[in-house]
T-cell receptor, first 110, second 113 residues
Framework: AQSVTQLGSHVSVSEGALVLLRCNYSSSVPPYLFWYVQYPNQGLQLLLKYTSAATLVKGINGFEAEFKKSETSFHLTKPSAHMSDAAEYFC????????FGTGTRLQVFP | NAGVTQTPKFQVLKTGQSMTLQCAQDMNHEYMSWYRQDPGMGLRLIHY???????DQGEVPNGYNVSRSTTEDFPLRLLSAAPSQTSVYFC????????????FGQGTRLTVV
């Protein structure tokens, strides 16, 4: 069965600093990987997805993620954090149904 | 564009009561699923469906039933509510492809006392 592991349940950065949220996957077949964001009291929305077309994937709000097969990783980055980025972020792998990681809560300090 | 609609948004139940969480989508998606979200545990899959008349269990199915009589609707039934079922429940739908994006409802916050 496929799975994802998110390292760090909480990440805190200053506004303008680099954001790095870590995700490692386990899959016996080429994976389809996703990052979703959840703002307080809302549902999840898609940030970006990897479907093997390109290893560097750009998403909404300036986020991007790089698929590294050798490291089984799909880390999410943003060069400069904004206060509005404060949310919970979930990495997921698709078997048709989505299997989620445990999430990382991002705090952004002024 | 309604997308995925969940009702109710909030619910308080007493232990032992039953209820149905409603989920409807208007995108003609084949896949529908139910997740529960608990602090520190991410989203865990309860049940899912790949089309009308077809359902299957996810990671945490005990205490929940589902049915899929139409493409649009995928209700989740709590048979006899327990405090351990206090959680936020999300319904999602997607086209039937591994690479397809899932669309989520706004969630139902359930408290069992």
């Amino acid at each position: 069965a496929q799975s994802v592991t998110q390292l760090g349940s909480h990440v805190s950065v200053s506004e303008g600093a680099l954001v790095l949220l870590r995700c490692n996957y386990s899959s016996s077949v080429p994976p389809y990987l996703f990052w979703y964001v959840q703002y307080p009291n809302q549902g999840l929305q898609l940030l970006l997805k990897y479907t093997s077309a390109a290893t560097l994937v750009k998403g909404i709000n300036g986020f991007e993620a790089e698929f590294k097969k050798s490291e089984t990783s799909f880390h999410l980055t943003k060069p400069s954090a904004h206060m509005s980025d404060a949310a919970e972020y979930f990495c997921a792998v698709s078997e048709g149904k989505l299997i989620f990681g445990t999430g990382t809560r991002l705090q952004v300090f002024p | 564009n309604a997308g995925v609609t969940q009702t109710p948004k909030f619910q308080v139940l007493k232990t032992g009561q039953s209820m149905t969480l409603q989920c409807a989508q208007d995108m003609n998606h084949e896949y529908m699923s139910w997740y529960r979200q608990d602090p520190g545990m991410g989203l865990r899959l309860i049940h899912y469906s790949v089309g009308a008349g077809i359902t299957d269990q996810g990671e945490v199915p005990n205490g929940y039933n589902v049915s899929r009589s139409t493409t649009e609707d995928f209700p989740l039934r709590l048979l006899s509510a327990a405090p351990s079922q206090t959680s936020v429940y999300f319904c999602a739908s997607s086209p039937r492809f591994r690479e397809a994006e899932a669309f989520f409802g706004q969630g139902t916050r359930l408290t069992v006392v």
